[in-house]
């Protein structure tokens, strides 16, 4: 990534002010699971979905499965993603909510 | 967070995800308030609605505030575009304002160091540079603009300073969709809507990757499939991407194939008798370019003569053009020539960035208009754009070097009269000679002005040249060393445009200003201010307002109206004048209300009516034409041209172009003759290049590179080559190699049968990494007619990192 830093007379961009705060928490996130036919046709992948702790499954309609991941980093949560998307029978992953500050040292 | 705000937030997150489940098929529209309603409410957090701020398809999310701070993002489900899903970039798009280097004070360069100053030293150096030499400063912008802002530059620009030298970044990505439109219906922007997604029976993208570029998008049509409906997805392209894994055909052709496809299935409608000979009767003329020197009206031609000359493109010849069989030719031919099933066309960079751009838009738009799959829903020729307001900005405001807004053009007496009395202008304040084009504007400002470079100062707002500009090191390094030129960037990051500004002011981004956004759909949408930016960054708008007023008060002439007051004067409700153009005077007053309203007037011409802003506030945005109701209320119009749908289509006409060309209500059905792409590959550069995005990375990254998870999802640009080329070349996987064309170099690891897999002789290559600029290597030749260059296919050669010749 470029940086003006190192041009600068004053370093004034390494002060990190209350708005400064890095984009990198660690989301909660409400997601929507598509499969290719009925959900009640992949057991097996409602199955291994299930098997990750950070997964909690919620209701399913049709070929839809609602689903919230909550995970401890975010390497972790890139890694769910990268998972749930490729599992056999989903055709789609889309986010329906995500709160995204968790980890923000100056919240209470 | 504590465990039990978490356990909230959770079961708040799992109503949002099941009530999208349980919304079900048709996943319903609701109504707006009901769409905030399920989402959690906590002390001190509050949720507003805002178009997301990448792609042209225009999600609607909720934005959670809290304590200043923007903490959550949900898909908005009152919103028709997204129904309440985002995809990977939207899902992110909060922590965009929150990178570690945002830019927040104004910093001038002084030899190779950068200096704070105060905004008034900033306002001010520009203010002067401006006033000794108005004719040689341009203004460079972007779909990024919100339509405020882009206005606010055009009556700075060309009313103001009489100077037309303004273009947009959308020259580079929709310009040929523009001008397609233009030849075919007289008029900018798609007919349809996004509803066609929804009702086709066959969709067929042309050089177009939905499924990561548009991904919500893409989702319409999956999710139909998944809920047992049958639809034809037919990919057209030069490589195999993310679309070609869920189309059922995958039509792999040569570069420039596509001006060949386009043309076989219109002589096989013709020759096959199948075309809509009743649709073509009543409402299509057919025209042909004029030998000598083209332009966009061209000229009349008999049905006869266009049959003459589609005669040749039989499925052999374009098979031998294309690279596509013929037989799959004729099964395009056979599916435009049913009338029992809707088709739609889908298309973005592939046919736009593309140096026959407009003759593939126009032809593209013929074959829907020769085969009568045009006008009802799911029966659509339409173009999408890449960024959130290149139609709301740039193809309606007209921020480009030859327009003025609501789809007028300098070039026209008329037109410019209209302005200047909307404007309160002196008459002939605008000038008609139109400005530089992109390609131009930077030839001008890198050309030494020795050398008749007659632009000295560019002022550029969000946007990065620096990076997407093709021929980099002609069009862009090439200000290097050249003392006299002058670069002012509005930024919020660091970028490779930054690298050589003189001047960086520190922007306001999304949701820390007011603003509204047109989509690909004709949508145009409203958000307020929701945080503050950071430091002393401030809207792009107010900086082009402080500019005026500072030539204002040196006593430029142009910033004063007929009756000498300032051309952005606005007044509060006992007369009194705001003084918006200093920043803690800005939000006094919403300034976005003001200039829209003005804006308003104009788009009436063209019949691109819209409502008053405050029916944006409340709406997750309407379609225009918006017409007023015998009863008050404000109507959007999904389908343009046809009655049904269309208010200003005559009645008992079923269908009607208004805006006709020829004047008569008929659209044009063009012919173009096939001719080659203009850089093909040789003995010393034997592979194509292509070049575009992908699904985690919005445009040059500047904004989504800062985002952790998306970077580390997508962390380097890579080139895509096919293993047995790689093999041929002894290259292995994630090997570093040399891409070189005859105008530059660029380093990347190679991946082979990655996500995308080219064939053979090609590669692709992804412009959103700063680090390797790919657009060193790309070619600047461009459409006649748009001026839109061409970023798909040029020639270039790969050389091994240890192969390379090291200069002596
Ligand atoms: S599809 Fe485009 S507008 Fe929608 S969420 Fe993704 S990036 Fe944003």
Request: aromatic share 10%; hydrophobic share 35%; with cysteine.
């Amino acid at each position: 990534m470029y940086t003006l830093g190192c041009m600068f007379v004053k370093p004034q961009f390494h002060r990190m002010s209350s708005l400064f705060r890095e984009a990198n928490a660690v989301p909660i996130s409400g997601l929507v699971v598509t499969f290719r036919s009925s959900v009640t046709e992949h057991v097996e992948t409602v199955e291994l979905l299930r098997d990750i702790p950070e997964i909690v499954i919620g209701d399913s309609v049709g070929s839809k499965l609602a689903i919230v991941v909550d995970s401890e980093t975010q390497r972790r949560d890139q890694e769910i993603w990268n998972t749930v998307q490729h599992l056999p029978g989903v055709i789609d992953l889309a986010v329906a909510m995500v709160v995204f500050d968790e980890n923000d040292p100056n919240r209470k | 967070m504590d465990s039990e705000r978490r356990s909230f937030l959770k079961s708040a997150a799992m109503v949002a995800a099941g009530s999208m489940v349980h919304s079900g098929a048709s996943l319903p529209v609701l109504q707006a308030d009901q769409g905030v309603g399920e989402l959690p409410v906590l002390d001190g957090l509050s949720w507003n609605k805002a178009p997301c701020r990448f792609c042209g398809t225009g999600c609607h999310v909720q934005v959670g505030v809290e304590n200043g701070r923007v903490v959550a993002i949900a898909g908005d489900k009152a919103a028709d575009v997204n129904k309440g899903l985002l995809c990977v970039k939207g899902y992110h798009v909060g922590g965009i304002l929150y990178g570690k280097d945002r830019l927040t004070r104004p910093l001038l360069r002084q030899q190779d160091k950068f200096v704070e100053i105060s905004w008034d030293e900033a306002i001010t150096i520009i203010a002067q540079r401006i006033f000794e030499s108005p004719k040689t400063f341009a203004f460079y912008g972007s779909g990024q603009w919100t339509i405020p802002e882009g206005f606010a530059v055009q009556k700075f620009m060309k009313g103001g300073l009489g100077n037309n030298h303004i273009d947009p970044n959308a020259r580079l990505c929709m310009a040929s969709a523009v001008t397609g439109f233009l030849a075919t219906y007289g008029v900018d922007e798609p007919a349809g809507c996004y509803q066609d997604l929804d009702e086709c029976d066959v969709l067929i993208t042309w050089g177009n990757n939905p499924a990561e570029m548009h991904p919500v998008l893409f989702s319409r049509v999956t999710d139909r499939r998944s809920r047992g409906e049958t639809v034809r997805i037919i990919d057209i392209g030069t490589r195999r991407t993310r679309t070609t894994d869920a189309a059922t055909d995958n039509l792999e052709m040569k570069p420039h194939g596509d001006v060949a496809i386009a043309l076989g299935i219109m002589h096989l409608l013709i020759q096959n008798n199948t075309y809509d000979k009743s649709f073509v009767e009543k409402h299509c003329n057919f025209r042909g370019a004029e030998a000598d020197k083209p332009t966009l009206q061209g000229e009349a031609i008999s049905e006869e003569e266009f049959r003459k000359r589609i005669a040749k493109y039989t499925p052999e010849y374009v098979e031998e053009l294309s690279g596509v069989a013929a037989a799959k030719i004729r099964m395009l031919g056979e599916l435009f020539g049913k009338r029992d099933i809707r088709i739609t066309s889908l298309w973005c960079m592939g046919m736009n960035q593309h140096t026959m751009g407009t003759a593939i838009n126009s032809l593209v738009h013929g074959v829907h208009l020769l085969s009568g799959h045009f006008g009802r829903p799911g029966d659509a020729p339409t173009s999408l754009t890449g960024q959130p307001s290149a139609c709301g900005t740039v193809r309606e405001v007209g921020t480009l070097a030859h327009a003025l807004p609501g789809g007028r053009v300098v070039t026209k007496p008329e037109h410019r009269q209209h302005c200047e009395e909307f404007w309160n202008l002196r008459a002939g304040s605008i000038s008609e000679v139109p400005g530089y084009h992109t390609v131009q504007m930077f030839e001008q400002f890198t050309k030494p002005t020795a050398e008749g470079g007659d632009i000295t100062t560019m002022f550029v707002q969000v946007t990065n040249p620096g990076q997407t500009l093709p021929n980099l090191n002609a069009l862009f390094n090439g200000k290097k060393g050249l003392d006299d030129k002058f670069l002012i960037v509005s930024e919020v990051y660091p970028t490779a445009t930054t690298q050589l500004a003189d001047l960086i002011l520190p922007a306001a981004l999304w949701v820390e200003k007011n603003g509204m956004f047109g989509n690909s759909e004709r949508r145009t949408q409203q958000w307020f201010k929701m945080v503050s930016p950071p430091g002393e960054a401030r809207d792009d708008c107010w900086m082009t307002i402080a500019i005026a007023h500072k030539l204002f008060e040196m006593g430029h002439q142009g910033m004063k109206d007929k009756d000498g007051n300032f051309i952005f004067s606005v007044k509060d409700a006992d007369g009194k004048e705001i003084p918006i153009w200093q920043f803690e005077h800005y939000y006094d007053t919403n300034v976005d209300r003001h200039l829209f309203e003005e804006y308003r007037l104009f788009s009436t011409m063209k019949h691109k009516n819209l409502a008053p802003y405050d029916e944006y506030v409340k709406a997750r945005g309407l379609r225009w034409p918006v017409v007023q109701q015998n009863d008050g209320s404000w109507r959007e119009t999904r389908y343009r041209f046809s009655e049904f749908d269309d208010p200003f289509v005559s009645k008992g006409q079923e269908f009607e172009f208004y805006h006709s060309s020829s004047n008569d209500g008929r659209a044009q059905i063009w012919f173009h003759d096939y001719a080659p792409p203009p850089e093909v590959p040789d003995e010393d550069y034997p592979m194509w290049l292509c070049t575009g995005r992908v699904l985690e990375h919005w445009h040059t990254g500047t904004l989504t590179r800062r985002l952790a998870p998306l970077n580390r999802a997508m962390p380097t640009a890579y080139v895509e080559m096919h293993a047995e080329d790689a093999k041929a070349a002894n290259i292995r996987q994630g090997e570093k190699v040399v891409i070189e064309s005859r105008r530059g170099t660029c380093e990347l690891p190679v991946w082979i049968d990655g996500r995308g897999r080219p064939p053979r002789g090609t590669l692709f290559v992804p412009f959103f990494d700063e680090t390797k600029l790919i657009n060193n290597c790309t070619l600047d030749a461009h459409d006649p007619f748009s001026k839109q260059p061409d970023y798909k296919k040029c020639a270039v050669r790969v050389v091994k990192k240890s192969e390379v010749k090291v200069p002596s």
